[in-house]
């Protein structure tokens, strides 16, 4: 089967065959015929299987007949909404429209949150037919008027699943009470819990279900292994040395926290490696120009929370390693779905300590797959004679990477210097004073005591000058002023 089986319009498939498409996917087989009846559909498949292209080609190819030149914006509404959970998920979507209707008068743009709103209002202001949104965005134009959602004739609902987890529901909610009653609704995931499918049946009217695989499934195409180690700090040097033993010039590292991703990435970059991070703590302008690094290969390694787990379409992706296992059993579907895409092969290396095993435990019970464990022993670096220093692996400090490095071990973290002398530093930040010079010990100091052979003579009373109160060791009296209760000058 081509996609010049489907039907499709001539410059559809002409932008198809240029971007190198040949045989479709699965579920691209199956959604394309059902999207173009205008039927509602559920569409389930492995991540990385081109769900994407399975619900667009067939909406360019349903929005061709109302496709025209005209420059007013009346001529161009909003017939077709993709929602998306992420801004990377929603971008990436909007590059694929893009793409597939380049010969076609449809016009498309993509909103999401995190950048200015006024690129995105002129764009909706001069009219779009095919808009690509994240929920809580797309409701902020709709607030402000600059969108009118009452012609949409198509819904998509796209990682419907990551929406729900995300608490896009009232919002998914409010969208849809905006849009017209009649009108076609796609539901497409790579997995779908049985909350999605309450809400599916919410407002999908006789949807037809598609699934290629079963749920969950992992890609066969994809070596999937799992590295014991001893500690959490050995899993820092443990990324690094799985990047350089198998030689990967583009990883995607997940961590489960935004403290984490950026921590991990600092480590990296002092071990030599071009890392970055990309997390939502970051605004969306830096997150795009580090996507767009990495996709370009100047970020070798690129260090992400599950936010970019959804959404990233890197093409040949080589490998994605899980610094930490997924909380969620479902989200480890997602992270390795990112490698092994449109048939090619992939890695997806995990790390794990003895506390991540019941984490590995509900992996393996939802995917129905056993993933092979093997311990992974990383040796310190041995020095010059020969002798291997103690590092952060064996006894839980932070070696020190290179000299010089501020904070690269827990003294210098403190402000003092390696070997822990309690040496201030004077002068700039970081600059080190001079050391203090040591004080002249007088060697009778060290001597012990000796009594003296003719003690000197106790004073005494008959002595000149010692009064008998001085003689029994008592002080001169001294004179108290009268305010102080003292005797004024010639008082008895």
């Given at each position: ?8 319009a ?7 065959t240029?971007?190198?498409?040949r045989e ?16 509602d ?8 299987t081109g769900k994407?292209?399975?619900f ?6 349903s929005l ?21 959970p992420t801004?990377e998920?929603a ?10 209707a ?5 016009r498309s743009?993509?909103v ?9 209002t ?7 037919e095919?808009?690509?949104?994240t ?29 729900l ?8 909610q409010?969208?849809i009470?905006?849009?017209a009653?009649?009108?076609q ?19 999908l ?5 598609i699934e ?10 994809v070596?999937?292994r ?15 040395h ?5 030689a990967?010039?583009q990883?995607?590292?997940f961590?489960?926290t ?7 990435a ?9 890392a970055?991070?990309?997390h ?9 120009q ?13 260090v992400?929370?599950?936010?970019a ?5 890197i ?7 899980n610094?930490?296992l997924?909380?969620s059993?479902e989200?480890?579907?997602h992270?390795?779905g990112?490698?092994?895409?449109a048939g ?9 300590t003895e506390?991540d ?8 019970k939802l995917?129905?797959?056993k993933l ?14 020969g002798?291997?220093p ?8 932070r ?19 390696r ?9 700039g930040?970081?600059?080190?004073g001079?050391?203090a010079?040591?004080?002249?010990v ?8 000796q ?20 003689a ?10 009268v305010?102080?209760?003292?005797k ?5």
């Amino acid at each position: 089967m081509t996609f010049a089986d489907f039907g499709l319009a001539e410059p559809i498939l002409r932008a198809v065959t240029e971007i190198g498409y040949r045989e479709p996917t699965p579920i691209q087989a199956k959604a394309i015929p059902v999207v173009m009846e205008g039927r509602d559909v559920m569409g389930a498949a492995q991540t990385g299987t081109g769900k994407t292209a399975g619900f667009a080609l067939p909406i360019i190819h349903s929005l061709m007949p109302l496709a025209n030149a005209s420059a007013s914006p009346a001529r161009h509404p909003v017939r077709a909404l993709i929602l998306a959970p992420t801004r990377e998920l929603a971008d990436q979507i909007s590059v694929n429209f893009a793409a597939y209707a380049k010969y076609t008068p449809l016009r498309s743009t993509v909103v999401f949150g995190g950048v200015d709103m006024n690129p995105q209002t002129q764009a909706l202001r001069r009219g779009v037919e095919i808009l690509i949104a994240t929920p809580g965005r797309l409701l902020d134009h709709v607030g402000q008027r600059t969108l009118n959602l009452s012609q949409v004739q198509i819904l998509v609902l796209d990682e419907a699943d990551r929406m729900l987890d995300m608490g896009f529901l009232p919002d998914i909610q409010r969208i849809i009470n905006l849009l017209a009653t009649q009108r076609q609704n796609l539901m497409f995931s790579a997995t779908f819990s049985e909350e999605i499918r309450r809400l599916a049946k919410s407002f999908l009217h006789d949807p037809q279900l598609i699934e290629v695989a079963r749920r969950y499934a992992l890609a066969d195409n994809v070596d999937q292994r799992v590295f014991r180690v001893a500690t959490d700090e050995m899993k820092r040097a443990a990324v690094g040395h799985l990047v350089r033993e198998r030689a990967l010039d583009q990883v995607i590292v997940f961590t489960n926290t935004k403290l984490g991703a950026s921590r991990l990435a600092r480590q990296l970059q002092r071990d030599g490696l071009n890392a970055d991070a990309i997390h939502g703590d970051k605004s969306q302008q830096d997150r795009l120009q580090t996507l767009d690094g990495f996709k370009e290969g100047r970020v070798k390694v690129l260090v992400a929370t599950d936010v970019a787990a959804r959404g990233l379409d890197i093409v040949e992706l080589p490998a994605v390693i899980n610094f930490d296992l997924p909380h969620s059993p479902e989200d480890y579907v997602h992270r390795i779905g990112r490698t092994g895409r449109a048939g090619a092969s992939g890695q997806a290396l995990s790390l794990m300590t003895e506390r991540d095993a019941r984490s590995l435990a509900d992996i393996e019970k939802l995917t129905k797959n056993k993933l092979p464990v093997e311990d992974l022993v990383l040796a310190a670096p041995a020095t010059a004679d020969g002798a291997r220093p103690r590092d952060r692996q064996t006894t839980g400090h932070r070696p020190a990477d290179r000299p010089g490095d501020r904070g690269a071990d827990r003294g210098a973290d403190r402000g003092f210097d390696r070997d822990d002398r309690r040496e201030p530093r004077s002068g700039g930040r970081g600059v080190r004073g001079p050391r203090a010079q040591k004080a002249p010990v007088d060697p009778l100091f060290l001597e012990p005591y000796q009594p003296a052979d003719d003690p000197p003579p106790v004073p005494t009373a008959d002595d000149p000058g010692i009064g008998p109160s001085l003689a029994r060791g008592q002080q001169r009296p001294r004179k108290v002023a009268v305010l102080l209760g003292g005797k004024p000058p010639g008082a008895a």
